[in-house]
């Protein structure tokens, strides 16, 4: 059973050391002093002295100023450069607007000028192909009068021929040596 034994506590200073009237009988924690000052207080007096120091002695203020001026100069810069090139962009803009502009009313003058001039062209190939039809077909009646004259031509040459050849055996059959010189002293006569 002297395993079961609960351990031992040893208390170096009484308990009753740590009670005090008044607070429940809880223990109490006593914060270091100097001169009167807790730790949090002299912290509080040295970051005053150190911004005292700062400000009057070392002119941190206006080495502050003067870092926060030239940040408020740099972003006025900035902004100023930010507008200007604003304003170029715009005026850009504009440029290409105008000129995107000017060119689809360039495309669309270009379009209606090559619409029109192919309008003419097809007009004037219409008219040329009308007059080389009209033409080919008054070379084809030329060629079929023409032929038409030479057959009719042809046709009066052989009858002629043939007249002439029949007139020959008429003659040469009926008027001999006699009968022409009757007819040449006739005519010599009416002369």
Known sequence: MADTLPPEVFATEPAEAYIEEGH???????????????PFQWVSVAMLLLLLIAVFYAKAHKTIAGGLDGK?????????EAKQLR??????????????????TDAEAMLASARTEADSILEQ???DSRAMVAR?????????????REAVQDVRNRAAR???????????Q????????ALADKVIANI
């Open 24 to 38: 429940g009988g809880a223990p109490v924690h006593f914060e270091p002093e100097l001169f009167g000052f807790a």
């Open 125 to 127: 190939a219409d008219a």
């Open 87 to 104: 304003a170029e962009a715009e005026a850009l803009r504009e440029e290409y607007a105008a000129k995107i502009k000017g060119a689809e």
């Open 174 to 181: 009926n008027y001999g040596t006699d009968a022409d010189r």
């Open 136 to 148: 080919r077909q008054r070379m084809a009646e030329d060629k079929i009068a023409a032929a038409e």
């Open 72 to 80: 408020i100069q740099a972003i006025k810069d900035q902004l100023d």
């Open 162 to 172: 043939a007249a002439t050849g029949a007139s020959r055996m008429l003659i040469a």
